[in-house]
């Protein structure tokens, strides 16, 4: 089994900056690529970032220049430093992993909330 904790989540003020964490644990012999998303009730689950386990990177259009993903293998972690946050930006973040157990499976977080306002 594979578990993704994320941290980081809370209370943030228009244009301020938060940075997110995600470790991942359990039985597995590697872990692929490694990135994040958000979800607001109501709407569509939304792609934010993602990067490989060499460290090459992917963004959202909304997120380049604002947010910034990077992961420690060391740890088998992955983190993303969100800045000039928006109130719609409000949303529950949740990280995922493809880990490697030997076969590749996709495994995702419960999320960490994100709350942008004054």
Request: charged fraction near 25%.
């Given at each position: 089994q594979v578990q993704l904790v994320e941290s980081g989540g809370?209370?943030?003020q228009p244009g301020g900056s938060l940075t997110l964490s995600c470790a991942a644990s359990g039985t597995f012999s590697g872990v692929a690529d490694m990135g994040w998303y958000r979800q607001t009730p109501g709407k569509?689950?939304?792609?934010i970032a993602s990067i490989t386990r060499d460290?090459?990177?992917?963004y959202a259009d909304f997120a380049k220049g604002r947010f910034t993903i990077s992961r420690?293998?060391?740890?088998?972690?992955v983190y993303l430093q969100m800045n000039n946050l928006k109130p719609e930006e409000t949303s529950l973040y949740f990280c995922?992993?493809?880990?490697?157990?030997?076969r590749r499976n996709t495994y995702y977080g419960r999320g960490t909330q994100v709350t942008v306002s004054s």
């Open positions: 809370g209370l943030v569509q689950r939304e792609f460290g090459w990177s992917n420690d293998n060391a740890k088998r972690s995922y992993a493809e880990a490697i157990t030997p």
